[in-house]
């Protein structure tokens, strides 16, 4: 893939990726058809080397719950924000773990 627009920084140009989408009820049998769909495609192209990374933004109630928990996180921290991560807390939280400045990321390491 190529990315046309100037990338986000920590983010290459150009990267190579595949991705899986489950658009249902999630339920292991389906992840596991992900997992099995994945592993035999790349083994089809013959790719033998390979790291395959798995992620799951979890149920409705799920994301909730998480959101609610970032925003009682950041909170605590928001005079140390930037000021569009500031406003983040409020309108969308998980956008604040892709800011890439330096106390964004302290922040979330502590």
């Keep these: 893939m190529y990315r046309y627009e100037k990338p ?7 990267f190579y ?3 899986v989408e489950l658009i249902n009820e ?22 033998d ?3 395959l990374y798995i992620n799951n933004i979890g ?9 609610k928990s970032l925003k009682t996180y950041f909170s ?4 140390q924000l930037s000021e569009i ?3 983040r807390i409020d309108t969308n939280p998980l956008r604040i773990l892709d800011d890439k400045t330096d106390s964004e990321l302290e ?4």
């Design 8 to 14: 986000q920084k920590g983010r290459l140009r150009q």
């Design 17 to 19: 990726q595949i991705g």
């Design 26 to 47: 999630l339920c292991l049998n389906s992840i596991l058809d992900s997992i099995v769909l994945a592993n035999s495609f790349l083994k089809k192209i013959k790719i």
């Design 49 to 51: 080397e390979y790291v």
């Design 59 to 67: 149920s409705s109630e799920e994301r909730n719950q998480y959101i």
């Design 76 to 79: 605590k921290f928001k005079n």
């Design 85 to 87: 991560s500031q406003k």
């Design 107 to 110: 922040i979330v390491k502590n």
